[in-house]
């Protein structure tokens, strides 16, 4: 991900977080529009979790420049959604659900350069939260397979 991307990146998300709990809003209610089974894994207060969303992508967005140094937390979180019974599909769910909200909440600011600096760094966290739900399934199933 290159420096205007990261830019890019920086300004959509500080057009979008004065409207936070909107957009949170926006996100979950696309996401369980688009794939309802993940609607179970949210067992808490949804105004919370889309609080804890936004400052999510807060940190991510204010460390792009140093990506390195918050990979630790983002598998961390991989391997949390892992326990929750996060499956890999729903990557692709939430992906979606982020890209429309972003379309939404930005209008024509959103722009197709925009969108593909989100892709790009959706796609670097998402697979780093992959790969770490990857390393704490597979002792499980070493252990199930009773090896």
Known sequence: MDSEQQTLIRTSFESA??????????FYGRLFEIDPALR?????????????LMQMLATVVGNLHKLEAIVP??????????????????YGSVAAAMLWTFEKALGAAFTPATRDAWVAAYTI???????????EA???STLASGL
């Open 17 to 26: 977080a004065p409207h936070a709990a909107d957009v949170a809003r926006m």
């Open 40 to 52: 179970p894994l949210f067992k808490g207060d949804m105004e919370e979790q889309g609080r804890k």
């Open 73 to 90: 937390a983002v598998r961390a979180l991989g391997a949390r959604h892992a326990t929750y019974g996060v499956k890999d599909a729903a």
């Open 125 to 135: 966290l998402a697979g780093q939260m992959q790969d770490a739900a990857r390393a």
């Open 138 to 140: 597979a002792p499980n």
